[in-house]
């Protein structure tokens, strides 16, 4: 029989027509990092963010296609697939290249968006790599995200995060986010992941 652990995780929603008090405001980087839209020939670029920022993380667990390059490409091809695929809500993060230290072509950071069926947008993913965290740099993202989302029409705009990733939760209720369902993810249990994840 085979086992399975369960993770919660959270939907969460913000209506784009009433933005926190105060609004959102624009989508500061630090200084030296830039903004790359979207375009066909970074999917790649894309898919090698993700799979660095994911790669030792929780969320590679609940989903697998996140722990390595090959599923981040796979995933990407499908959220660029979709009908309601948002360049406008799809975005990378450039880092400082004064080093040289960057792989992804210097890239640090990515976010994707979908408008669904309902005409909401849904973010796909917010990745940052390690060495990048702390910086502002997810928020800003999500901020950018949400302002492809408006200008492509939607109204309302969702994501789903995993329980213990405490310090997305608080990122994302900061901008207005709030949980409007709980949902329990299975994954086949392994020997590495316990039973309290």
């Known amino acids: ?88 809500a799809t975005w990378l993060v450039l880092g400082p290249a004064a080093d040289g230290a960057w792989p992804a072509g210097g890239c640090v950071a990515t976010i994707q968006g979908v408008i669904d069926e309902s005409g909401h947008g849904a973010i796909q993913n917010v990745g940052v790599v390690s060495e990048c965290r702390g910086r502002g740099i997810g928020r800003a993202l999500l901020v950018k995200a949400l302002a492809g989302f408006a200008a492509a029409g939607a109204r309302r705009a969702f994501l789903e995060v995993t329980a213990q990733n405490a310090p997305a939760v608080r990122m994302y209720r900061g901008l207005g986010f709030r949980c409007t369902r709980t949902i329990y993810k299975a994954v086949p249990a392994r020997e590495s992941v316990g039973a309290g994840s």
Do not use: N, Q
Request: proline letters at 11%; a positive charge; glycine letters at 10%.
């Open 1 to 88: 029989m085979r086992k399975f652990t369960y993770f919660k995780r959270y939907r969460m929603e913000v209506d784009l027509r009433l933005p926190p008090a105060g609004g959102l405001g624009p989508a500061p980087l630090p200084p030296g990092f830039l903004w790359v839209p979207w375009h066909d020939r970074l999917l790649d670029t894309h898919a090698e963010v993700k799979a660095l920022s994911f790669a030792d993380e929780l969320d590679s667990v609940v989903f697998p296609s996140l722990g390595s390059l090959i599923g981040c490409r796979d995933l990407m091809w499908a959220i660029r697939g979709r009908p309601g695929f948002c360049p406008r």
